[in-house]
């Protein structure tokens, strides 16, 4: 998880605007998950995603490089997580209530303390780890997308695990 | 004692656990349908929906941006207008007035006029809200909204051409067939309607929190400089409601936020734009940074001093000075507050302390939070390597809330200052503090001013709370006024210096209503945040 993936778009397809659209869904999932680590709120997170795929497909004649449409869009979903709609809603996301939905073998009690220990950071810097860790930007790929610096970047994820670390030792 | 796991084992930890998110997402993005159906207070299309429906239209080559629309839709200059605001008629149509309905009541196909306003009564609860989501009632009402003279409902009024979701705005319909809801009026279109514009009401967001109603919100809402007191035009509801779209953009090269548009009375005319990390820029200026916020703050949303201070310094014990750059004073000082709290050994014997925006000035900058800040403490020596830095920010526009250590580099324009307050010796600012507790039975807004800042925080009865404030003068006096609740009416006011420290007492006059002022010598042991709560007036 390195590096962003490539979208299975060729690139003869570039200017289909109706393959890039339909492609859009395929990265669902991954937005999702990432707009319920930064957002902590399921609402929140499914409007998020939603915002991010009209933001999209509005502006997809900017897109420039379709290949790069997974990035394109975190960096959108990104930067709308923390516009000012996003601070009016704030106080449905402090709630923090994530519908729990079992996933066979997983370690529940882990699971929810590690996002207990998430709740606490502050929501840059989950943002940073879910851009990071969770859909596998590079450090330069989530300073872009958060616009940031990537010693930024650098120090909240540093600061992130320093705090999860000790949140976990805590638990 | 607890044995903290490894780094490796937090980043596996981690990782196993947002695998578990992702597969959870895969699982659950599929079956989103179910919660998109349900009533939205933001009328989005469900994302399948929208997926498909704007190929199509992408295909037509156009798409659908929400717009709010100007003064006078239906051509203002051609439209007779009568006393009460609305059309006399339009385009030679007559426009009924709604109070005189009876007489036309087996009519259909006609215009009529009123003030279209949302019922917001159908849907209190939280929990209501998120099982089946929340009805909207809209109606037309003629003379005052709050006392009218006359109402009906309306039915299909969203789903009507032209539609605007803002309560309170003068507006033409016209009625079609008759409604199989009894009493009621089928809306077949808009035909004309007058924007509003102005604060955002307190309504508009539940006191218990989520999401705020945009139909309560003016189609433009005052935008006021940074004192806070002078309305200099007003904004589209869509940025301070909606958020500005991002330009177009590759991870290379991001989308950047827009200006905002700022226009003038008549709410057509551009009067200049609101530009991040400048604040706002009157047509033809030159952009110089100004601290800059919207007049709108949810009065859920009052900032917290968290922190206990060290003794906070008067003008006569010379603390560190304070250089708040584009920040204003009253944020300025919540900022350092909280800085101190995440590492009080590690900021004393600071002799200077530089605040700013992570923007740099006269640029165009994407901060992450509309309050992102640097607060630097400075050591005695000053020069670029004895300080400590911290990040501030705050979800609302100068209301930080968070603060943590900064260890990346700190920008180019921050820099300067530190390197600049070395061998300054202006000292632009110094807090002071005292403690305010209203004893008094009504719920009170206290305005306090100096000759560098200014601040309103709200008293509920028993409530007490410390104030920071910061002075230019030691020799200065700070000025208070009391505004009780509910209608903000000045019930006291006095001036105090500041030589020594004081907790302001708010009692009870003899008369209702007025409020008798009184000092008490010495403050609280720790300083005590000042209350959240809904008590505001305006302009605080």
């Given at each position: 998880m390195d590096t962003a993936q490539v979208t299975k778009l060729a690139p003869a397809d570039a200017h289909d605007r109706d393959a890039l659209v339909a492609t859009m869904d395929e990265h669902g999932p991954m937005l999702l998950a990432a707009a319920r680590v930064i957002t902590l709120d399921t609402e929140e997170a499914q409007d998020l995603v939603q915002t991010t795929f009209e933001i999209a497909i509005r502006r997809?004649?900017?897109?420039?490089?379709?290949?790069?449409m997974r990035a394109w869009l975190l960096t959108i979903q990104a930067r709308e997580a923390f516009r000012v709609v996003r601070r009016l809603r704030r106080l449905m996301s402090l709630d923090g209530h994530v519908t729990e939905i079992t996933v066979p073998g997983a370690d529940l009690a882990g699971r929810a303390d590690m996002r207990a220990a998430l709740a606490r950071l502050p929501r840059r810097i989950r943002a940073a780890i879910a851009l990071h860790y969770l859909a596998g930007l590079t450090v330069p790929e989530t300073a872009r997308a958060m616009g940031v610096s990537e010693n930024t970047v650098k120090s909240q994820l540093k600061t992130g695990l320093e705090r999860l670390r000790e949140d976990l030792g805590d638990a | 004692m607890h044995e903290l796991p490894s780094d490796a084992t937090v980043e596996a930890r981690l990782r196993e656990h947002l695998a578990g998110e992702l597969r959870r997402a895969e699982t659950d993005y599929p079956r989103l349908d179910v919660v998109r159906a349900r009533p939205r207070i933001r009328s989005r299309r469900p994302i399948g929906v929208a997926l498909a429906a704007v190929a199509v239209l992408l295909l037509a080559g156009a798409f659908v941006v929400p717009r709010l629309v100007g003064p006078g839709i239906g051509g203002p200059a051609a439209i007779p207008i009568g006393d009460d605001g609305l059309p006399l008629s339009i385009a030679g149509e007559p426009v009924r007035r709604l109070d005189v309905m009876a007489l036309w009541t087996t009519d259909r196909d006609y215009l009529v006029g009123g003030t279209l306003v949302l019922n917001t009564g159908r849907c209190l609860s939280r929990s209501e809200r998120a099982q089946f989501g929340c009805g909207e009632d809209w109606m037309l009402v003629s003379g005052p909204p709050k006392n009218p003279t006359a109402s009906v409902t309306l039915d299909s009024a969203p789903a009507a051409a032209g539609f605007v979701r803002t309560s309170g705005a003068l507006t033409v319909i016209r009625v079609g067939d008759p409604s199989p809801v009894a009493g009621a009026l089928t809306v077949t279109s808009v035909a004309w309607r007058k924007p509003t514009k102005g604060r955002i009401p307190d309504n508009a967001t539940p006191p218990e929190g989520g999401m705020t109603n945009e139909a309560l919100v003016p189609d433009f809402v005052s935008y006021v400089g940074s004192a806070g007191d002078t309305v200099l035009g007003y904004v589209p509801k869509d940025y301070p409601v909606g958020g500005p779209e991002p330009l177009p953009g590759t991870p290379s090269d991001p989308p950047q936020d827009l200006r905002i548009p700022v226009y003038g009375e008549d709410l057509v005319t551009l009067v200049g734009h609101d530009v991040p990390g400048v604040g706002f820029v009157a047509l033809g200026a030159t952009e110089t940074p100004s601290p800059r916020e919207f007049s709108e703050a949810p009065a859920t949303e009052a900032p917290v001093v968290e922190a206990p201070l060290p003794a906070t310094p008067s003008p006569s014990d010379a603390g560190p000075v304070l250089d708040c750059g584009r920040i204003d004073p009253i944020t300025c000082a919540r900022a350092v507050d909280l800085a101190r709290a995440v590492d009080q050994g590690e900021v004393t014997n600071v002799s200077r302390i530089i605040v700013d925006d992570t923007c740099p000035p006269q640029a165009l900058c994407d901060r992450l939070y509309p309050f992102d800040s640097l607060v630097v403490f400075v050591t005695a020596g000053a020069d670029t390597t004895g300080w400590i830095s911290f990040s501030v920010t705050g979800l609302e526009y100068n209301a930080p809330t968070d603060a943590s250590r900064y260890l990346g580099d700190l920008p180019a324009h921050v820099v300067s200052r530190v390197a600049a307050s070395a061998t300054s010796s202006a000292a632009p600012f110094v807090v002071v503090r005292f403690d305010v507790m209203n004893r008094s039975g009504q719920a009170v807004v206290m305005s306090v001013a100096s000759d560098a800042g200014a601040d309103m925080p709200g008293f509920l009865p028993g409530e007490s709370g410390t104030v920071y404030i910061p002075v230019r003068t030691a020799a200065s006096e700070i000025q208070i006024e009391v505004l009780s609740q509910p209608n903000c009416v000045p019930s006291a006011s006095a001036s105090y210096s500041l030589g020594f420290p004081f907790t302001l007492l708010i009692d009870d006059g003899a008369t209702a209503r007025w409020l008798v002022l009184g000092t008490d010598p010495g403050i609280f042991t720790t300083p005590k945040p000042l209350p959240v709560n809904s008590v505001h007036c305006p302009g605080g």
């Open positions: 997809i004649d900017g897109l420039r490089e379709p290949r790069a | -």
